[in-house]
């Protein structure tokens, strides 16, 4: 691993509690894409359902701890870590039992800090300059515990007809989160995915959404594209799959986009 930075860390939660929205393509192509970019990154799979995993190559064996094991408190975070094939880029795997941590963490009065407490001792080390969660199609615990350890929320948003709807819900969890758990939470952005420029209603609903969202929104769209959904099943990001291919690029440009954020916000401070 490369020498330590200066930096800080910064934690971005991929959020939308809308299923197949690109919440899982979008942290394996953006965690992908700032590693390609010098930064390092850690991906957090925090979705029982384990996509991020397996998408990146990381099967059922090659999990010897999970996030379970972290959230449950038997493991720290890095000891659940795993190389990916991306130099650059680790992942803290997830697995099916992830869906029982609501009901076994019902009575812990901490139970939505777990995730915030396991990546503490990561803000202090320095080896990772990024870690992208990525949640599950909920707005349940997992999806509160990214929250409430982030600095701020990145939310995927599909060009198709419903794609507002529920988003005032997500919106008044992060107020929710921000009012209880962690005052400091920013939104990162909202990208578009799955833009299809030979569907007017694509642009329509691009264009409904920048009007509610205005400069949030990221200027880089995700179009749609089949080498982007045919990656996963060979375990590889699309930017290791299809370099050249559209997605890939989009989500180069996006990655810049968020270091370029990153920096203003960090100007703002200094
Ligand atoms: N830009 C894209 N072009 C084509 N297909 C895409 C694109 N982005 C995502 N997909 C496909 O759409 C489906 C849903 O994407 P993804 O799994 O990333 O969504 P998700 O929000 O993580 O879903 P879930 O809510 O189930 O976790 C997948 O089959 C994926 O390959
Ligand atoms: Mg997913």
Redesign the pocket.
Known sequence: MPAKSDRSLRVLVVA?Q??????????INLGTALAAVGERVLLIDS?P?G?ASTGLGIGRALRKYTLYDVLMGEKTLLEAVVKTSVPGLHLAPSDPDLSGVEMELAQDARRSFKLRDALDPLREAGDYTYVLI?C??SLNVLTVNAMAAADAVLV?LQCEFFALEGLSQLMRTIELVRASLNPKLEIQGVVL??YDRRNSLSSQVANDVRGHFGETVYQTV?????R??EA?SFGKPALVYDLACA?SQAYLKLAREVVLRERDRRRVLA
Do not use: E, L, W, Y
């Open positions: 939308n809308k299923g197949g929205v690109g919440k899982t393509t979008t942290a979705d359902q996509n990525d599950p199609p995927p995915t799955m995700i179009p749609r594209n089949v982007v959904s996963p997605g």
